[in-house]
């Protein structure tokens, strides 16, 4: 009988403290990039492009790679979005009758969903290759829009469901077509639509893998989609590769700014998925 | 009147379009992959190229056994770490935890899935290198430099954790009250009842999500090759360096075209990365869709 609570005991305080060192390694992660980052962080990092001599622990920031991050995981969402919110509603709203279909579709994204990034990037060279399309801006957004395509479909879908049939019904049975029902749906999933945003553009801003060989890297911010761009995380993995102790110093604090920039995303798209669920009807 | 309909057929058309584009995505990339590498399978045959040792791109030789062999270390590692930690907080969140524990908890597993691949790999140097250089490895064996398959394993085990709670407690909530009351009922403590019941019902998704984190950890490129040491030698302690197949691949692009064959053999790997992991992903969300299915009914 004591065996027994004891076992009960022993497991409890087991789980409390897993639970504690997996809820616990986000704050040690942030901690030590904010401690480490921190020590490094100035003005210059977020205004000013490297200058001369800055891998060897001169003057300058990585505005170049903020700004290139900006405009690529910016661009594919965009064109992410292009994609995936017709893919959304053909799901949900053209298929009605068709659920074997319809779910091999949805499977079907998240498999790709699960591809990992570096495939997407070999896989965005391949292509870059194909039509002569050297590391640029243009490329990077290429790859990581496939990237964001899954997410966003998967967000979006899960969106769309929450809207409930009668709503759909009523339209049509009002004598809408699909398509007039369709943008009765997506005014409803307005701040759905958002999270998804800012779901896709976090995952994109924070990736490395995908961009290695297609964006490039330079240290001015790109005026075309055709020059080559930095990107934030590449510049902290590149930084991070010196043997300057100055330039490494950057890298942590380019690390911070990348944490900041993806905490306040994540922070507003679990705001945002809050509201949501809180006025939907 | 016509027109509306017109209108309605061509979106149609078009989103079917979008939709087929997208979804086949999946086999082009397999293709596209498969073509690229055909040069160097003619070359050197499947069977070589995964079971050989010997790597020296300059001479030709392409063995991909220390990559394959040094990706199964580092997920294996990983796996082993954080599936128990992973099932045990799952378990204390859905079963035990009060609702404003619950509350304050989701947040950050939620934030911790948001956090980039190269801050995990920032943190795993300055964290996790010095704490097994000094601390755990000196233990064990006379010098390690802390980049190692083990601080690799470690770092993916927090890059996974999210994953694997995330699934566990949504399979976790999926099972009946009815099951757990009846068993309380009986006199069963609480973890009675999940080692018994709980537990049972919930092992398909357990696998699943496993299996899932395993393609995870398998395809993660940069905060692996930043920890890992990228020593193409098979590893054999988890204080040898290591280096897995991504991070192969994104660490040679620069070289990839000056060398005859190479971008062949890189294009190899991603292939090999994209099969195992595409097979492992449909294995997984079967397992997960079936048991969906089963709760509907």
Redo the contacts between chains.
């Keep these: 009988m004591k065996g027994r609570k004891l076992e009960e005991l022993f497991f409890r305080v087991l789980m409390v403290l897993a639970t504690i060192l997996v809820a616990g390694s986000f704050f040690l992660i942030v901690g030590t990039v904010f401690f480490k980052g921190f020590h490094y962080m100035n003005l210059d990092m977020i205004t000013k492009t490297p200058g001369g001599g800055f891998y060897i622990g001169k003057e300058g920031g990585v505005l170049n790679a903020i700004v290139g991050s900006f405009y690529v995981a910016g661009g594919a969402t965009i064109l992410g979005l292009l994609v995936s919110i017709p893919v959304a509603i053909f799901i949900n709203l053209y298929m009605d009758g068709k659920r074997f279909l319809s779910n091999t579709i949805r499977m079907a994204f998240d498999v790709l969903f699960g591809i990992p990034s570096i495939v997407y990037g070999a896989f965005g060279f391949l292509i870059m290759v194909y039509f002569g399309i050297r590391a640029s801006l243009l490329g990077g957004i290429i790859a990581v829009t496939l990237l964001v395509i899954p997410i966003l479909v998967r967000t979006l879908d899960e969106v769309i469901r929450t809207v409930p049939f009668e709503l759909r019904d009523a339209a049509l049975s009002l004598g809408s077509t699909r398509w007039e029902t369709a943008k009765v749906v997506l005014r409803q999933i307005r701040p759905g639509i958002f999270t998804a945003i800012l779901l896709s553009f976090g995952r994109a801003i924070g990736d490395v893998a995908s961009v290695l060989f297609t964006a490039g890297f330079s240290d001015n911010v790109p005026t075309s989609l055709h020059e080559p761009a930095a990107t934030l995380p590449l510049a902290i993995f590149f930084q991070l590769g010196s043997p300057v102790e100055e330039v490494q110093g950057r890298g942590y604090a380019s690390a911070l700014i990348l944490t900041i920039i993806v905490l306040i995303i994540t922070i507003l798209s679990d705001i945002l998925i809050k509201k949501f669920s809180k006025h939907k009807i | 009147m016509n027109f ?2 017109l ?2 057929k061509i ?2 058309k ?3 379009v ?2 087929l ?3 086949s ?2 086999v082009i ?1 397999g293709i ?2 498969y073509y ?1 590498s055909i040069p160097i399978i003619h070359r050197l045959s499947w069977g070589e190229l995964i079971t050989s040792s010997i790597w020296k791109p300059l001479k030709g030789l392409f063995g991909f056994f220390p990559f394959i062999m040094g990706t199964l270390w580092v997920t294996a590692i990983a796996i082993i770490i954080a599936l ?3 099932l ?2 799952a ?3 859905v079963e ?2 009060p609702v404003r524990v619950k509350r304050i ?1 989701t ?6 899935s ?10 795993g ?3 996790i290198i010095p704490l097994i250089q000094i601390y755990i490895a000196p233990h064990f064996v006379e010098f390690s430099t802390g980049y190692s398959v083990l601080a690799g394993g470690i770092v993916l085990a ?1 890059m996974i ?1 999210p994953l694997i ?1 995330s699934i566990i407690s949504e399979v976790l909530r999926t099972i009946p009250q009815e099951l757990k009351d009846a068993s309380l009922s009986l006199g069963a ?4 009842t ?1 080692k018994k019941v709980i537990l049972r019902k919930a092992l398909p998704g357990i696998i699943a999500a496993a299996v ?1 984190a395993i ?2 950890a ?5 905060a692996v090759l ?1 920890v890992c040491g990228n020593n193409a030698v098979v590893p054999h302690s988890v204080f040898d360096p290591g280096y897995p197949l ?1 991070a192969l ?2 660490n040679n ?1 620069g070289e990839m075209l000056s060398i005859p064959l190479y971008d062949s053999a ?2 190899f790997a ?1 292939l090999l ?2 099969i195992i ?2 097979l ?3 294995i997984s ?2 397992i997960l ?1 079936r048991l969906e299915r089963k709760l509907a009914a």
Excluded: H, Q
């Design positions: 509306r309909l209108k309605d979106l149609s078009l989103m079917l979008f939709t584009a997208s979804v995505l999946l990339i596209g992959l690229k128990p930690l992973c045990l907080t378990l204390y969140i035990y935890a908890l947040p950050f597993v939620n934030l911790l948001g956090i980039p691949p190269v801050i995990f790999g920032v943190w140097v300055l964290f927090v954790f709670v403590t609480k973890w009675e999940i899932l393609s995870r398998f395809g993660e490129t940069i930043m991504p691949i994104a692009y890189l294009m991603a990365l994209f992991i595409l492992f992903n449909i969300r079967v869709a």
